[in-house]
């Protein structure tokens, strides 16, 4: 991080503003709303706040600039149109160790101001570092439109109730369930509609007939997409922000994990070819035991939990044990990696029909129909397939696949790495070699409008960067 995200008390404290036009008045109108004392040194002030001086909101303390004005404040704006003075009163705050901000430059900032989202006593604030302001804007608008006006009202009564549902509950995933079971249910429906008399006695009602729901454990098993963090669902993340304790896989990406609730336990489940995994049984035992002891416990699978992720087995051992559960589905890899490379899973002049495969099945299974998977006008989707690349291009090519059919190896589809080798069917074992895990395999006349509509990643001959996600080996 560049800066240190922190909230300041200010109430009562005194803070230096060096400059009195616009851009000065807009700063002091979040000191005022922050309750700060605040002194102003201007040669002169604007309209606006010459109106604040004699409403006696602001006090003008001096019109030149001196060093010793630092000695006694919490922190200090620079905000006026003179770049020497705006470097000085920097240069002396930094011997002072005073925080000073130096408006619209960010290099002479020791801190910065967020865009905000007001919802007092719940506030948001979004930064980026100084690098961006305009996108901070942008995404602090997004925010605004999500974020009822009745949220600082709910957090008030909140914390008043804070001691009450102390004492009802001992532990404190019971209490966190309580408030999460209100913030979505009656009590907040009520207090954001204004009724804040009957959000009370809601919460009353809930705090008389609550039960300890400490041992009231779950499972939700949520599919985390093929590794780019914004195509997980709003549900999935919503679930993830609740938990408790996340089993995971290898296939979830580093981005994805980064929005797990901060203080739930991870656990890695994962399994790779060739190393240590975690048996299937241990997985499925897990999943039980640490519901059953009372915790809300999520199973983040890459791509989609129901498509080749065993989510169907590892929910009957769930179900089997009368531990509840629900499903979150995610982006399969084959819709989500075909996508963003470019590589449309049907289309009329190619593909009619579309199969997704696992190149990874049970010893004991030996029944693949390659005819079926060998006919033309249809795409293929090979999961986990790597490693059986030559036996996979073999028997397609044996039982009448064109050995020029168009092939893609896409690893590490959807994020900032991915690399896409195309080629011939003859040749799918030296690209699946080339390719880095995990690897998805597609087989089809579709592959062939990939260079047409590829659109995500570096391209050298666009973008003049050395490294590139499109590599041709036909």
């Known amino acids: 991080m560049d800066y240190l995200p922190i909230f300041a008390d200010l109430k009562q404290r005194p803070v230096l503003v060096v400059g009195g036009g616009e851009v000065a008045a807009r700063k002091i109108d979040l000191l005022l709303r922050a309750g700060a004392q605040v002194r102003i040194v201007a040669q002169a002030l604007s309209p606006e706040l010459e109106q604040r001086r004699q409403a006696a909101e602001v006090s003008w303390s001096a019109q030149a600039f001196l060093p010793e004005q630092l000695d006694d404040v919490f922190l200090v704006i620079a905000a006026t149109d003179d770049a020497a003075l705006n470097a000085e009163v920097f240069e002396q705050a930094n011997q002072r160790h005073v925080l000073a901000n130096v408006v619209d430059d960010q290099p002479k900032c020791s801190f910065i101001f967020p865009s ?35 949220l600082g009202q709910m957090a008030d009564i909140a914390g008043r109730w804070r001691e009450n549902v102390k004492m009802q509950f001992s532990s404190m995933r019971a209490r966190r369930r309580f408030w999460e079971h209100a913030f979505a249910g009656r009590f907040a429906s009520l207090a954001s509609a204004g009724k804040l008399a009957e959000a009370e006695q809601a919460l009353q009602q809930q705090l008389e007939s609550a039960e300890d729901v400490s041992h009231n454990g779950n499972v939700t098993l949520v599919g985390a997409g093929p590794g780019d963090a914004g195509l997980l669902t709003l549900r999935g993340l919503q679930v993830m922000q609740q938990a408790d304790v996340v089993l995971y896989d290898h296939l979830v990406s580093d981005e994805v994990l980064d929005l797990v609730r901060r203080d739930a336990d991870k656990i890695c489940v994962g399994k790779r070819a060739g190393s240590h995994s975690v048996a299937q049984e241990e997985t499925n035992r897990l999943l039980v035991e640490l519901a059953q002891q009372g915790k809300k416990v999520v199973r983040l699978k890459g791509g989609d939990p129901f498509i080749f992720g065993r989510g169907g087995e590892e929910l009957q051992a769930v179900q089997a044990a009368g531990i509840p559960f629900q499903v979150v589905p995610g982006v399969t890899a084959a819709a989500g990696a075909t996508a963003y490379a470019g590589i449309p899973l049907t289309h009329r002049d190619h593909a009619q029909s579309v199969v997704f495969v696992t190149g990874h099945c049970r010893p004991e299974d030996n029944g693949i129909q390659w005819e079926t998977l060998a006919r033309g006008k249809q795409t293929l989707a090979i999961y986990m397939g790597t490693l059986k690349a030559a036996e996979i291009s073999q028997q397609l090519m044996a039982h009448g696949r064109a050995a020029n059919t168009p092939v893609a190896v896409i690893g590490r589809g959807t994020r900032s790495d991915q690399l896409v080798l195309t080629g011939t069917l003859d040749n799918l074992e030296h690209l699946a070699q080339q390719a880095p895990t995990p690897a998805l395999l597609v087989i089809g006349e579709v592959v062939s409008l990939h260079q047409q509509l590829a659109w995500f990643g570096h391209h050298p001959e666009t973008d003049g960067t050395q490294r590139p996600s499109v590599v041709n080996l036909a």
């Open 116 to 150: 905000i989202v007001d919802r007092s006593p719940i506030v948001v604030a979004i930064s980026s570092s100084g690098k961006a302001p305009v996108l901070a804007r942008m995404l602090r608008e997004k925010l605004e439109t999500l974020l009822p006006n009745s």
